[in-house]
């Protein structure tokens, strides 16, 4: 058996196309268009290449965009008083703080700092405790779990009353995505157990897996034997084993792979992320759709 590919890449042009045609419509009846705020501190390459990705993409949405490209030298009440800014600007609807921030800033204080309503990444303390509660409290669910949720319901995949497994509980994708999969509502519904470094016995959790979601960072954790036959595995991990050199550009890029050993699991999935073009260009997807949901909210739309 060959699973069936679950694409992030086209996923995301049709959730784009969605969110343009949205914008259109808003701005020719409302003159109003969702406005983004990107800050930057310093000049780390990733982030930078994160935060250009972002910029492009709300670009091409037609969003007002805003970046703000600090040195490392900002002090943090500096950087507060950035915050305060958009946070009283109503053109705003969204603000982005790229971490990792330089040493002398404290991130939480400066996470913490920005408007919940504007918080697009959904890491607020205030955000975190609405996503917990669910249905109707949820404002911004963070940005991958929120991708991952939205794959697998566009791929069809049945989550009322799967048994739902998933590795790894951090703060940005294990532990949201195992809530958001046990609320009430569709695309959830499910019966969740979330596995870590301190579980006994992985595999025998993994195998009762109909939807097993695994978000560990060690390149080929999940063996194709843990896998259910015919089961749904999203495969978060995003893992460097090395580099090549590209065919298009000539230049180094790194070879990326996944959580599961993907070749061995296709034949026994019933469907699959790639690594990459899988959950990845899910993110910033699920950014730009939080960035319109809260110039909804704001318009009484929502
Ligand atoms: P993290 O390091 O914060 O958390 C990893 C979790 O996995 C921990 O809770 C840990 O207990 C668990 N874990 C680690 N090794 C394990 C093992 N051997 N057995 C069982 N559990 C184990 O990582 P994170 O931020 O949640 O990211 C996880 C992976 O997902 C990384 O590869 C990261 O690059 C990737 N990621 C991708 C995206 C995206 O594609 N947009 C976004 C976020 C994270």
């Given at each position: 058996m060959t699973a069936k590919l679950i694409k992030g890449t086209d996923i995301r042009e049709e959730i784009l196309e969605e969110i343009a045609a949205e914008v259109k419509e808003i701005k020719d009846k409302k003159g109003v268009v969702p406005g983004l705020v990107t800050i930057l501190v310093g000049e780390d390459p990733a982030s930078m290449s994160y935060v250009t990705l972002k910029i492009k993409t709300a670009d091409r949405l037609g969003f007002k965009e805003i970046q703000e490209n600090q040195p490392t030298t900002i002090s943090e009440a500096d950087l507060l008083a950035l915050i305060d800014k958009y946070n009283k600007?109503?053109?705003?609807h969204g603000i982005l703080v790229q971490l990792p921030?330089?040493?002398?800033?404290?991130d939480k204080k400066i996470l913490n700092a920005i408007d919940p309503d504007k918080?697009?990444?959904?890491?607020h303390p205030v955000n975190v405790g609405r996503l917990m509660i669910g249905g109707s409290e949820v404002k911004f669910a963070p940005c991958t779990p929120a991708g991952i949720q939205e794959m697998i319901v566009r791929a069809g995949?049945?989550?009322?009353g799967a048994e739902v497994v998933v590795v790894g509980r951090s703060n940005i994708v294990g532990k949201p995505i195992a809530n958001m999969m046990v609320q009430k509502g569709p695309g959830a519904n499910a019966t969740v157990t979330i596995v870590h470094?301190?579980?006994?016995d992985l595999a025998s959790h993994c195998k009762r897996a109909d939807i097993l979601i695994v978000a560990?960072?060690?390149?080929?954790?999940?063996?194709?034997?843990w896998i259910k036959p015919g089961a749904c595995v999203i495969d978060v991990g995003v893992n460097r084993v090395g580099e090549k050199v590209s065919e298009k550009t000539g230049k180094n890029v790194a070879i990326l792979r996944g959580d599961v050993d993907f070749d061995a699991a296709k034949e026994i999935a019933g469907s699959i992320t790639p690594?990459?073009?899988?959950?990845?260009?899910?993110t910033i997807t699920m950014l730009m759709k939080n960035t319109l949901s809260s110039m909804k909210y704001k318009l009484g739309m929502m």
């Amino acid at each position: 058996m060959t699973a069936k590919l679950i694409k992030g890449t086209d996923i995301r042009e049709e959730i784009l196309e969605e969110i343009a045609a949205e914008v259109k419509e808003i701005k020719d009846k409302k003159g109003v268009v969702p406005g983004l705020v990107t800050i930057l501190v310093g000049e780390d390459p990733a982030s930078m290449s994160y935060v250009t990705l972002k910029i492009k993409t709300a670009d091409r949405l037609g969003f007002k965009e805003i970046q703000e490209n600090q040195p490392t030298t900002i002090s943090e009440a500096d950087l507060l008083a950035l915050i305060d800014k958009y946070n009283k600007d109503d053109s705003i609807h969204g603000i982005l703080v790229q971490l990792p921030l330089p040493d002398h800033i404290d991130d939480k204080k400066i996470l913490n700092a920005i408007d919940p309503d504007k918080d697009v990444d959904g890491f607020h303390p205030v955000n975190v405790g609405r996503l917990m509660i669910g249905g109707s409290e949820v404002k911004f669910a963070p940005c991958t779990p929120a991708g991952i949720q939205e794959m697998i319901v566009r791929a069809g995949v049945e989550t009322s009353g799967a048994e739902v497994v998933v590795v790894g509980r951090s703060n940005i994708v294990g532990k949201p995505i195992a809530n958001m999969m046990v609320q009430k509502g569709p695309g959830a519904n499910a019966t969740v157990t979330i596995v870590h470094t301190r579980t006994k016995d992985l595999a025998s959790h993994c195998k009762r897996a109909d939807i097993l979601i695994v978000a560990a960072g060690v390149p080929g954790l999940v063996k194709p034997e843990w896998i259910k036959p015919g089961a749904c595995v999203i495969d978060v991990g995003v893992n460097r084993v090395g580099e090549k050199v590209s065919e298009k550009t000539g230049k180094n890029v790194a070879i990326l792979r996944g959580d599961v050993d993907f070749d061995a699991a296709k034949e026994i999935a019933g469907s699959i992320t790639p690594v990459p073009g899988g959950v990845g260009p899910m993110t910033i997807t699920m950014l730009m759709k939080n960035t319109l949901s809260s110039m909804k909210y704001k318009l009484g739309m929502m």
